[in-house]
T-cell receptor
Framework: ETGVTQSPTHLIKTRGQQVTLRCSSQ?????VSWYQQALGQGPQFIFQ???????GRGNFPPRFSGLQFPNYSSELNVNALELDDSALYLC??????????????FGPGTRLTVL | LAKTTQPISMDSYEGQEVNITCSHN???????ITWYQQFPSQGPRFIIQ???TKVTNEVASLFIPADRKSSTLSLPRVSLSDTAVYYC????????????FGQGTELSVKP
């Protein structure tokens, strides 16, 4: 519906491993944001990328990193996984203007389980 | 810091109008107010966005008073499929697209 796709849909990892999640932005959008949503909570902002550079970051440690590619697809990498990293990871794409709340369109998410 | 406050839950019946009010007393002067709907294990879905006064689209209306310290999402004639969590969002300043999600309002529509 929104044009934002994410892969994989589900993923199981063990503590200490590394994971890469992928996002394909909606056509024409140049900005991607990543969020972590724990069960029963609202999404928490991880970071945003605009034109391949990080453009803002939430309160997440450096082991959460990202990339945005020239075609505006994006990756979220998490190193040294911890049990608390188990969550739904959402990416959202938008056209970046000046306002933080320019409309963001979300993908379906990747459910990560860390054992 | 921008922060939103919403009721944690609301109950309604099919066919009723539902109004969900959110307070946001530290909103940036040029930021929009945005509402999203989320079903379990899905990404949030954009509902409506506004800056001031009233905005209406095919699914909802948004009322924003002149002081912009609150907003009210109005869903006309809800159905069972409107059972979901609703979030109001304001920006965290002009940098970084940082959307601040609160706890949201869990709306339960009963037959």
């Amino acid at each position: 519906e929104t044009g934002v796709t994410q892969s994989p849909t589900h993923l199981i990892k063990t503590r200490g491993q590394q994971v890469t999640l992928r996002c394909s932005s909606q056509s024409g959008h140049n900005t991607v944001s990543w969020y972590q949503q724990a069960l029963g909570q609202g999404p928490q902002f991880i970071f945003q990328y605009y034109r391949e550079e990080e453009n803002g970051r939430g309160n997440f440690p450096p082991r959460f990193s990202g990339l945005q590619f020239p075609n505006y697809s994006s990756e979220l990498n998490v190193n040294a996984l911890e049990l608390d990293d188990s969550a739904l990871y959402l990416c959202a794409s938008s056209l970046f203007y000046e306002r933080a709340t320019d409309t963001q369109y979300f993908g379906p998410g990747t459910r990560l389980t860390v054992l | 810091l921008a922060k939103t406050t919403q009721p944690i839950s609301m109950d309604s019946y099919e066919g009723q109008e539902v109004n969900i009010t959110c307070s946001h007393n530290n909103i940036a002067t040029n930021d929009y107010i945005t509402w999203y709907q989320q079903f379990p294990s899905q990404g949030p879905r954009f509902i409506i966005q506004g800056y001031k006064t009233k905005v209406t689209n095919e699914v909802a209306s948004l009322f924003i008073p002149a002081d912009r310290k609150s907003s009210t999402l109005s869903l006309p004639r809800v159905s069972l499929s409107d059972t979901a969590v609703y979030y109001c969002l304001v920006g965290e300043g002009n940098q970084g697209g940082k959307l601040i999600f609160g706890q949201g309002t869990e709306l339960s529509v009963k037959p």
